[in-house]
Nanobody
């Protein structure tokens, strides 16, 4: 079993940056694919970025070149550095674990709100 908690959401102006973190409990973290997903109002939840246990990464086209996903298996943490934020990045961002690249697994965090607005 893996429990996930997100940190770091908030309000930021367009063009700004924000860093999300996900802290995981349990010994399985280093063996599972992790990812960030987001859900905007009135839209379906969508993948943002994923990272394999060995550090291979994949990004949604909409965030390529702006977002960077990383993980620290020794600390059971995963991060998402978000730069050049746009209003369309506004959503609740969820940490996910146990799936495949861009396919969510069974473990979800509670979500953290990111709002990009002037």
């Amino acid at each position: 079993q893996v429990q996930l908690v997100e940190f770091g959401g908030g309000l930021v102006q367009p063009g700004g940056s924000l860093r999300l973190s996900c802290a995981a409990s349990g010994s399985a973290f280093s063996t599972i694919t992790m990812g960030w997903y987001r859900q905007a109002p009135g839209k379906q939840r969508e993948p943002v970025a994923c990272i394999s246990p060995g550090g291979n990464t994949i990004y949604a086209d909409s965030v390529k070149g702006r977002f960077t996903i990383s993980r620290d298996n020794a600390k059971n943490t995963m991060n998402l550095q978000m730069n050049s934020l746009k209003p369309e990045d506004t959503a609740v961002y969820y940490c996910n674990g146990g799936g495949l690249l861009l396919r969510p697994g069974q473990f979800w965090g509670q979500g953290t709100q990111v709002t990009v607005s002037s």
